[in-house]
């Protein structure tokens, strides 16, 4: 059996002996950083594990399918944000599940930039691809309040943007699948997003 770190036992206050393979899984999430938590998260996309994991403002947090917990806590200053820019369909959420949100747009380039409302900083300008679930992460400083706009060439609807000021505090969304991509000249999107408040979780 692979030894775990010191410090990864200390956190679950586990022994090596009789461990299971769950135990040790949640030893080893409980060691990784913050930033490595979500990759994680990611790793386990859609597993068959029964494994959720889902991102707070404070903490990346997994689930094992026998209710075992880990959770890995995000530094004050930063905030998680996950953000899925869409064009015809999207779904109400408000902590992101990496192992499971899935957005619409999936593989596509768009152009993106957040600035910070209050004084007027550029923290984001630069040319983005959608992830394989549709969403684009971003680590930002937390308790600001960030204007975000995207720009998506659409191959059917052309040049589309969404804008959206997103807060980062501690009881802030970090699923944001609320930012439609409409056309430039502010005319009726094609389609609505599905019913459901912003609040909403997975």
């Known amino acids: 059996m692979k030894k775990l770190t010191l410090s990864a036992l200390l956190i679950l206050g586990l022994s090596a002996c009789g461990q299971s393979a769950t135990d040790k899984q949640a030893a080893e999430f409980a060691a990784l950083d913050h930033q490595a938590a979500v990759l994680q998260g990611h790793q386990w996309y859609k ?92 680590w930002v400083p937390a308790k600001r309040q960030l204007a975000f706009t995207f720009h998506y060439e659409h191959p059917e609807l052309g040049l589309l943007e969404a804008k959206e000021v997103l807060p980062t505090f501690e009881d802030s969304r970090t699923c944001i699948t609320t930012m439609q991509l409409k056309p430039m000249d502010g005319s009726a999107p094609v389609h609505q997003a599905e019913a459901g408040g912003h609040g909403h979780h997975h």
């Open 47 to 138: 597993n068959d594990e029964g494994i959720v994991v889902r991102v707070h403002p404070d903490r990346v947090n997994a689930i094992f399918a026998d209710g075992t917990e880990a959770s890995v806590a995000i530094p004050e200053e930063q905030f998680y944000l996950s953000i899925a820019p869409w064009a015809t369909f999207t779904h109400p959420c408000g902590n992101h599940v990496p192992t499971g949100c899935t957005g619409e747009l999936i593989g596509q380039t768009m152009h993106m930039s957040a600035v910070d409302i209050e004084s007027g900083e550029e923290i984001l300008n630069q040319m983005i691809t959608t992830q394989h679930d549709g969403f684009i992460d971003f």
